[in-house]
């Protein structure tokens, strides 16, 4: 399957369409919430999968890309996708499949055929990268959910906010609710059109629900539901707005027919679990995870940060060529001490030659480390007790150095 990465990233939707359609077409028969965006969204649907797996439904995860290994990309409650039933559902879906098909469609299929016959319901379907074009947009959906929009993928996806936006904004199923987190006001203004030419209705953070952090915990005010000392499984101030997100939709959900109520909405919130973002490894020196890629998610890292006590920070930074680094420089460099540059072992990784050329021109004191492995080895001899190790800018390199960190085996892929 890893071999179809030849194919690259074709967007379009024929392809899936024709694959599952030689399977009996199992996604039409699914309850699928559909959740786009730039930043958030796999944070935001593992915060809702949690939620109605604490309320007794068999809930199905489409997240991407993986963090260490494949079986990551299809979950139902918590529960990764037996290697066993990979190879059998894969031989199906290969078998069902046109040529040329990529790897993202395949993948795609093979958790829509899935989630079908294990029963799961509902089922939270995370998008690749954009939306309209996207392989996971070929179900009918109950809901959709747009996280923040920002510049990203613009190869693909376009090279403005209103752009992006549009293709984000072409999963919205007529008639169905849409959720959005804060967006750009050019972002909002294309979701509400949208929305209004589709007549489906639209809850926006900040207007029609809200959550905030006060000393007890987050606060979150929805339209059904108002909680108070909230304690995210996932950590980070960031996560403000993806658990309120995911919460408004829950409130949604419990009026169309899912038995869901503030107890079981509090339990799931604070049992969700998402590796790599904002995750702390104990241990002298501290590490800490985040696949932070692009400069919006490395100002919410930054603004994280700030609840986390340190001496110095040392960064293990490894970015893919394609992103916007000095963004991410911008956000980040006034809080680095030491920066670790690596080449994350996947095609198409910026090289830590030149990517600690692009710290120093910043100011700040860079390393060119080399591998993911070796910048952890410098990054453990030089750091203090008090001292606090980041691992950043990729979630490929978040992955690797988790996997080299917990002993396990990483599977390096981009799709």
Partial sequence: MYGLGRFGIKPGLGRTRSILKALSNPQDGLRVVHVAGTNGKGSTASFLASILAAGGYKTGLFTSPHLIGFTERIRINGIEIDENDVVSTAGRVLAAAPPGATFFEIVTAMAFLYFAENGANPVVMETGMGGRFDATNVSPKIM???????????????????????EKAGIIEPGKPVIVSSQPEEALAVIREACEQS?????????QFN?????????????????????????????????????????????????????????????ASWPGRMEMLGGSP?????????????????????????????????????????GMVAALAPLADRVLAVTPTIARALSSSGLAARWEAAGVTATDAGTVAAGLEIAAREAGPEDLVLVCGSLFTVGEARAILLSGKFEPFRG
């Fill in 144 to 166: 959709s959910l747009i996280t923040p929009i920002s510049l990203d993928h613009c190869e693909y996806l376009g090279d403005s906010i209103s752009g992006i936006a549009r």
């Fill in 199 to 207: 007549r489906s209705p639209l809850f926006c953070f900040g207007r």
């Fill in 211 to 271: 959550a905030s952090w006060r000393d007890s915990g987050l606060y979150y005010r929805g339209q059904e539901w108002e909680l108070a000392g909230l304690k995210p499984g996932i950590p980070g101030r960031y996560q403000s707005e993806n658990a309120a997100v995911a919460l408004r939709a829950a409130e949604l959900l419990a009026g169309l027919g899912y038995f869901l109520d503030e107890k079981v909405a509090r339990s799931g919130l604070e049992r």
């Fill in 286 to 326: 501290r590490i800490l995870l985040d696949g932070a890629h692009n400069p919006a998610g490395a100002a919410a890292l930054a603004e994280s940060l700030a609840d986390v006590q340190r001496n110095r920070l040392i960064l293990v930074v490894g970015v893919m060529s394609n992103k916007d680094l000095d």
